[in-house]
């Protein structure tokens, strides 16, 4: 029964993709599956909202394309902490959303260390992403790979770029190698990650939570 509840829930997920709040965002991940043949471009949950977002949550998606058909920071412990970080801050999904370096993954095989070309193959995707969420103004580049593909969008000389004043930040990948370490280790990962979301939230006019 708990399987069956979890597919129900899935498709009812599924089945709100092209909601108001993310229908055009949803539109082009379609877009950008369908240039590449064979492959599978992961939803923008229904939660987030084209109009309110702020800060964008850049992740570099190493691993396999998660069974929901949406964009995650990584397996269930990387979105258990991503999400803890916001709670504590008051970070309400409406003014974040995610975004994937390589936003392509064939079905059936990992992701593997992306190549400079697969890097910078995101771009585009990225700009045309950017463009959705005209009130985003921070990029959170989660990961080696994000942050590479954060320095190529500062490199470019799209005016919406500098119209918006964009700033990114760099911070670690929520699971794997980049999250090895001791518990007090990760501790200080997490609270170095919130350092960074609480000024993402400040620069854009966000109030922490109390």
């Known amino acids: 029964m ?4 979890t597919e129900n829930s899935r498709e009812q997920l599924l089945s709100r993709r092209y909601e ?3 229908a055009a965002v949803n539109e082009l991940c379609d877009t950008l599956q369908a240039t590449k043949a064979g492959t599978n471009v992961p ?11 702020r800060i964008i ?16 920071a990584g397996d269930d412990e ?9 709670w504590k801050l008051g970070l309400r999904p409406e003014y974040v959303m995610p975004w994937n370096v390589h936003p392509w993954y064939v079905p059936g095989e990992p992701n593997g260390k992306f190549t400079p070309d697969q890097i910078s193959a995101g771009l585009k995707p990225l700009l045309k992403f950017l463009a959705v969420v005209p009130r985003a103004s921070v990029i959170v580049a989660h990961g080696t ?11 470019t000389e799209v005016p919406m770029i500098w119209r918006r004043g964009l700033k990114t ?3 670690r990948s929520l699971s794997g190698r980049a999250f090895a370490g001791t518990p007090a280790r990760q ?11 609480a000024d993402a939230m400040a620069r854009t006019g966000l109030a922490k939570a109390n």
């Open 2 to 5: 708990t399987a069956l509840a």
């Open 43 to 53: 939803y923008v949950d229904p939660m987030h909202d084209i109009d309110e977002c």
């Open 78 to 86: 990387a979105a258990t902490r991503l999400l803890g970080v916001h």
């Open 145 to 155: 790979e994000a942050n590479r593909l954060a320095n190529l969008l500062l490199k």
């Open 187 to 197: 501790e200080q990962y997490l609270e170095d990650m919130s350092t960074v979301y």
């Open 57 to 72: 949550s850049l992740f570099s998606n190493i691993g396999t394309e998660d069974e929901s058909g949406f964009i995650t």
């Open 169 to 171: 930040y760099k911070v």
């Open 20 to 22: 108001p709040s993310v």
